[in-house]
């Protein structure tokens, strides 16, 4: 099966500018996550969405942060305005059930300069 | 506030010799828990499970031992291989099973 696919890969932004990733799931998996994992610590999921609701936000800074599945398909999540300290890899997963863990994409990395 | 906890940054290992990895948790209400490994410019990939219903869990060189009362997990590898050189994470759930929360990583260096 195909994996998680993320794009882009890598993101370099200046601080108070925007910028949007976008993940496209395993096919059929129900469950899709976004993880912020800053570098020398774990990841830490931002939102996750089950179909094209949100079942868990509450760890995502809804005030510069905002993340849509359309269609319970397709991810996108934005920034704007970026802070120095969202410079990350930003990673999406999707899960069957997640008793089972997560598929995860490759990531984005994004610089904020 | 970090529940999940991996308090060794790295560790190096000669090839062929057993590796263990371990990581501690506080919330007691976890009873699921996972190990991923990553590869530089790589999402994490699954590795090894184990619930809190058994105390081992076992995947061909792969050994994930729970110790609940402790709050205590570890991850066995024998023998070790060069190509088990990698980041590996411990995730752990609570009895939802939904979200996970991971712990900072060990950096394993295999020495051939």
């Known amino acids: 099966e195909a994996g998680v696919a993320q794009s882009p890969r890598y993101k370099i932004i200046e601080k108070r500018q925007s910028v949007a990733f976008w993940c496209n799931p395993i096919s059929g998996h129900a469950t899709l996550y976004w993880y912020q994992q800053i570098l020398g610590q774990g990841p830490k999921l931002l939102i996750q969405f089950q179909n094209n609701g949100v079942v868990d936000d509450s760890q995502l800074p809804k005030d510069r942060f905002s993340a849509e599945r359309l269609k319970g398909v397709d991810s996108t999540l934005k920034i704007q305005p970026a802070k120095l300290e969202d410079s990350a890899v930003y990673l999406c997963?999707?899960?069957?059930?997640?008793?089972?863990?997560?598929?995860f994409g490759s990531g984005t990395r994004l610089t904020v300069v | 506030d970090q529940q999940v906890k991996q308090n060794s940054p790295s560790l190096s290992v000669q090839e062929g010799r057993i590796s263990i990895l371990n990581c501690d948790y506080t919330n007691s209400m976890f009873d699921y828990f996972l190990w991923y490994k990553k590869y530089p410019a790589e999402g994490p990939t699954f590795l090894i499970s184990?619930?809190?219903?058994?105390d081992k869990n076992e995947d061909g060189r792969f050994t994930v031992f729970l110790n609940k009362s402790a709050k205590h997990l570890s991850l066995h590898i024998v023998p070790s291989q060069p190509g088990d050189s990698a980041v590996y994470f411990c995730?752990?759930?609570?009895?939802?099973?939904?979200?996970?929360?991971f712990g900072t990583g060990t950096s394993l260096t295999v020495i051939p």
């Open positions: 997963a999707s899960s069957l059930n997640s008793l089972y863990g997560y598929t």
């Open positions: 995730a752990a759930s609570p009895n939802t099973g939904n979200q996970f929360y």
């Open positions: 184990i619930s809190s219903i058994k």
